[in-house]
């Protein structure tokens, strides 16, 4: 029977508290409420929950690009309350864009027999394109919370959408 996952991307410290290396901006905080609602009220539902986080190591090459954020194992790593892994729950740590380069991702999706995946969080134009992109790449069908996704910057967050819809097929809802 095919199964229903939610992603939930980089939702954690070093994006979403305003003390955070690589703060989103108030965007990622008026995402939390309604994020934590859809991973709630979808658990109950019997969706699988997959919590994909940056974790890099220290020496990780993307921070010739940005600075150093969620180094594996630090409080910036952690996830924002009040989101919280609970039992059956995945965990996802990753080093790149996509949830899918050098992890379990592809793994958890195709053991749970998951057929369909909702993406919410932080950055629409960065993690959340790039793990659509690859999800689209292997036949999911992609749907994205609008009120569940943010980003550093309000053209980009348009512009991923669009192109979401566009090329990959996502429904934006």
């Known amino acids: 029977m095919a199964k229903t996952a939610v992603i939930i991307a980089d939702m954690i410290r070093d994006f979403i508290d305003p003390d955070g290396t690589l703060w989103v901006g108030e965007s990622g905080g008026l995402i939390l409420p309604y994020v934590a609602a859809t991973v709630d009220r979808m ?3 019997g969706a699988v ?4 986080c940056d974790a890099h190591a220290a020496d990780d090459r993307e921070f010739t690009r940005f600075p150093p954020h969620a180094v594996a194992g630090s409080r910036g790593a952690e996830l924002v309350p009040p989101l919280a892994q609970q039992p059956g729950d995945y965990r996802v740590n990753k080093s790149r864009y996509s949830g899918f380069v050098g992890t379990t991702l592809g793994e958890v999706l195709v053991r749970e027999g998951v057929s369909e995946v909702h993406l919410l969080g932080v950055c629409t134009s960065i993690c959340i ?6 999800l689209d790449d292997r036949g999911y069908r992609i749907i994205v919370h609008r009120r569940g996704v943010a980003d550093f910057d309000p053209q980009a967050h348009d512009w991923a959408l669009e192109r979401m819809a566009r090329l990959y097929g996502a429904e934006i809802v």
């Open 129 to 134: 394109m790039e793990t659509a992109r690859d």
């Open 43 to 45: 658990r109950r539902a």
């Open 49 to 52: 929950i997959i919590f994909l």
